[in-house]
């Protein structure tokens, strides 16, 4: 999450904490925050807070915001709470071990402010309150969303009614891929396929760095690297809660979430080779799923640690590679974040340098990557669990088809035939529902001719292929997808 963002959130609960203070002047302000959307404040306040109560603190809350009269100054942590106490902030939450805090004037209202902020008199901002939770009996939560100005947040609310519409779980069981049961990812066997595709598609990748598998379930993988009788120095692991051996072919159950780590044993001049090579790996897989991906580097200000600093933005540098700087209490490592839909963003990727060790969480949770593939608009693919479904008009032709569905998957393709009851059109428009890019039907004429008819992506023309054809078809979508 940018500073920026954090701050914005921030500034926002500052605004609306003075303008609550017009509209309820009993309320006692406990803590402010912000989370992936909303910045929240948790309240006191010794009656119930209105739908009315809510309609006028957004409206002053957009007056203070439409040309906010802010200034910041510094206080010991102590003379902080007390000052906030004699100004009647008797229930506010000051929690830090730093000496010295910030606290913010707002239209004459005093706050604390938990982060550095570089914003000035005269920022304007558009802010929504979104929902009102009741904490415990007279403590509330209410959380709020904060834009550049109204019309942002018009296109932002419209965005957001088509993401719950269109979210990863939905068109994850739009597509038979997964769905939820008690609070828990289930996959369906496509989501399975699909899960072992991902990981087969990153394993490829390590063993083409020159990183070997390494079984290291339940020993700790630094130990085994420590062996000089096994003579690895680069390594990576599939990760789940339970002993996985990934040569196996179905690697999951269908709910274990599964991490990728990769650690190399190196000396630290070894450091910026091997920083660039996890850049290029994670990018070209990243680049493959169509994820929308960035870079921020948290450094520390501790000299010790100016070595790995170094290698990082070198490595950075050499790729061209954009990227965002960041202060850490300690150490210093580069994460990688995917947005979704709605601009939320996950970090998908760590990468670490220790003292004689380069250790990356390459792939931190394979379920939050399939949840950003899954909504996609147009996921890869290669990683499709059903790249073709083959539909049966008459269940004579059941040999043509299991012959031409043989052929597809001994070419390296997933396909599927529905041999149902079901009516044609019934059947494809099921497989167009679950977006399955090749549609080909197979009836009498078909079997006749040793051919295929593949529907066109309008889904009304079709066209007569020989198996070659359609063949060459796919490869070239694949090709097109990996250029």
Known sequence: MSKKSVEKKFLAAAFFASAAKKVLPEVQFIESGQDQLYFYYDIYLPYPILESHLEELERITNKVCSNPKISF????????????????QVKRKINTDKPL?????????????????????????????HKLEKIEEDTYRILGLVFEDAKECSKFLKDLKNYKENNFLTTGRKRKWFDLHNDQIYFYPKGVILKNKILKMITDEMMLSGYKPLQSY?????ELLKDPNLGLNKVFEVVSGENLDVSEKDLFNSQTNVSIKRTTFIFKNEFLGECISYLQSIVK?????GFRFEFE??????????????AFKKA?????????????ETDCELRVFASDKIGRKWNISTLKLSKNTVESDFCSSLNRWIALIAESDNPAFEILPEQIRLILLDKICIDYANDVKVAIQESGFSVDIDDSDKPLNEKIFNAKMQDIPFIGVIGEKEAKTKTIALRFENGHEMQQLKLYELLGKLNQKENIENQ
């Open 218 to 222: 339940p020993i700790v993988h630094i």
């Open 297 to 310: 580097l948290y450094v520390s200000a501790n000299l010790k640690f100016k070595y790995k600093e170094a």
């Open 101 to 129: 805090v910030k606290l913010i004037e707002v239209d004459g209202f005093i706050d604390y402010f938990p982060i550095e902020c570089s914003a000035k008199e005269g920022d304007k901002f558009f802010i929504k309150l």
């Open 285 to 289: 897989m990243l680049n493959i799923l």
């Open 73 to 88: 100054k510094e206080m010991m942590v102590d003379n902080a709470k007390n000052y906030l106490e004699h100004l009647g």
């Open 316 to 328: 950075l540098e050499i790729l061209d590679l954009e990227y965002e700087l960041h202060s850490a």
